[in-house]
């Protein structure tokens, strides 16, 4: 089994910035992509950043200049630096990683079970 795990959500002020980090365990063979996603009352999920193994980023143009993503390919580790947060940035920020169990396997999406952002004075 694999398991994504996030940390470092909270609540905090406008303005104010949050360090999320989440870490893959269980069978992994080899991992492609990771990425943050996050999804507010109401909403749809939407897609804030990726990250490639070769170290390749992109952005929601809403994060662009405000979040860096990163990654620990030895530790099966993604962050998401988020600064000068607003109010909108508000939602469950969800970690996912496309990978593999296997060598001879196919990669899959896997999702971790979401922290709570709260911007908010």
């Known amino acids: 089994q694999v398991q994504l795990a996030e940390s470092g959500g909270g609540l905090v002020q406008p303005g104010g910035s949050l360090r999320l980090s989440c870490t893959a365990s269980?069978?992994?063979?080899?991992?492609?992509?990771m990425g943050w996603y996050r999804q507010a009352p109401g909403k749809q999920r939407e897609f804030v950043a990726l990250i490639t193994s070769g170290g390749s980023t992109n952005y929601a143009d809403s994060v662009k200049g405000r979040f860096t993503i990163s990654r620990d390919n030895a530790k099966n580790a993604v962050y998401l630096q988020m600064s000068s947060l607003k109010p909108e940035d508000t939602a469950i920020y969800y970690c996912?990683?496309?990978?593999?169990?296997?060598?001879?396997?196919?990669?899959?999406?896997?999702w971790g079970q979401g922290t709570q952002v709260t911007v908010s004075s």
């Open positions: 996912n990683a496309d990978l593999r169990q296997y060598y001879s396997g196919n990669y899959y999406p896997y």
């Open positions: 269980g069978r992994i063979f080899s991992i492609n992509a």
